[in-house]
């Protein structure tokens, strides 16, 4: 029973590719999902939208004290879809909605959406999209906003990938750092080369 049940949760774990660590991505874009990608499989990743906001509390004796904001994300994914689990999505794919009144006093919140990809061989390119938008009502300051992309182990996107190719300014910087290297070492080997040839020049007088 238990090879059973270790050879399903083998199986499942090649079917499947789950989510590795998340990074921080501007609120709007464009980028090409790279990694390797195999023929009709399904990958899962997601994605997490944080706002935040100061409001101060509503005072119903006051005319016009209501306050609130809303940030939302919306996504275009090349052979997938977004899962909407933010249960608010009048805007967008993710949405965060805050008030000083009512259920809607958030003042922080995160609501997390999963990706969905199937690896369909006719999808040459895994492209992704994305923008964010946001809008207040009376009195809101400090409005903050963060995406953050959660993609399979061993994806990345393609703007996150660093170069082998160290750039000009780097060769330049290890080109003089060599020069300083090679001139401290230079400078006692010719003291050492004047002191010796002082000694030989006594020891032919003598």
């Not at 509503?58 to 016009?64: A, S, Y």
């Not at 052979?79 to 922080?108: F, I, P």
């Not at 170069?163 to 300014?169: D, G, I, T």
Request: charged residues 10%.
């Amino acid at each position: 029973m238990r090879r059973m049940i270790a050879a399903l949760i083998t199986s499942l774990a090649c079917v499947f590719s789950w989510p590795a660590s998340a990074v921080e991505i501007p609120l709007s874009g464009m980028d090409e999902i790279i990694g390797p990608w195999q023929p009709n499989q399904l990958y899962f990743g997601h994605v997490s939208l944080y706002a935040s906001a100061n409001m101060p509390p509503i005072d119903f004796q006051t005319p016009g004290s209501f306050s609130g904001f809303a940030v939302y994300s919306s996504f275009s994914i090349a052979g997938g879809w977004l899962y909407n689990a933010s249960k608010v999505g009048a805007l967008g794919d993710l949405e965060v909605a805050g008030a000083n009144v009512g259920g809607y006093n958030c003042t922080s919140c995160s609501p997390t959406g999963d990706i969905i990809w199937y690896s369909d061989p006719s999808v040459l390119k895994h492209s992704i999209s994305w923008g964010t938008g946001s809008f207040t009502l009376g009195n809101v300051s400090n409005l903050e906003a963060h995406l953050f992309l959660d993609l399979p182990e061993g994806f990345s996107l393609a703007s996150q990938q660093v170069s082998a190719v160290p750039e000009p300014s780097t060769w330049a910087m290890l080109l003089i750092g060599a020069a300083g290297l090679w001139l401290r070492l230079r400078a006692p080997m010719a003291r050492c080369t004047s002191v010796a040839g002082a000694r030989n020049d006594q020891t032919d007088i003598r």
